[in-house]
């Protein structure tokens, strides 16, 4: 299973960005997805995660301005991201989780930067 990152870039504060995470399989079975980020300096943290059933969550810290969703159709995972904040600035993540004969195996995007400048 490979994970394709793409859509950051540097943007203004208030501006936006959407990423998209490309899968290499069928999402459709996917127990979750999600999105993380790391900044400089900073842990690895959650962004927004989404189910196999539709179900999402999001950090305190974007809730209302990032929406995240799945295309089953196209295997495409999207992170929309507005009102965007200096803090936000990071290299931003995709991740799967697929069920395996006994537990399950999660597979990570290389990664995208988003810059956002004040």
């Known amino acids: 299973v490979q994970l394709q990152a793409s859509g950051g870039g540097l943007v203004q504060a208030g501006g936006s960005l959407r990423l998209s995470c490309a899968v290499s399989v069928s999402i459709v079975n996917a127990n979750a997805m999600g999105w993380y980020r790391q900044a400089p300096g900073n842990q690895h943290e959650l962004v927004a995660t989404i189910t196999r059933g539709g179900m999402t969550n999001y950090a305190d810290s974007v809730k209302g301005r990032v929406t995240i969703s799945r295309d089953n159709a196209k295997n495409i995972l999207y992170l929309q991201m507005n009102s965007l904040k200096p803090e936000d600035t990071a290299v931003y993540y995709c991740?799967?989780?697929?069920?395996?004969?006994?537990?399950?195996?999660?597979?990570w995007g290389q990664g995208t930067l988003v810059t956002v400048s004040s």
């Open positions: 991740n799967s989780i697929y069920p395996t004969a006994w537990s399950t195996r999660q597979y």
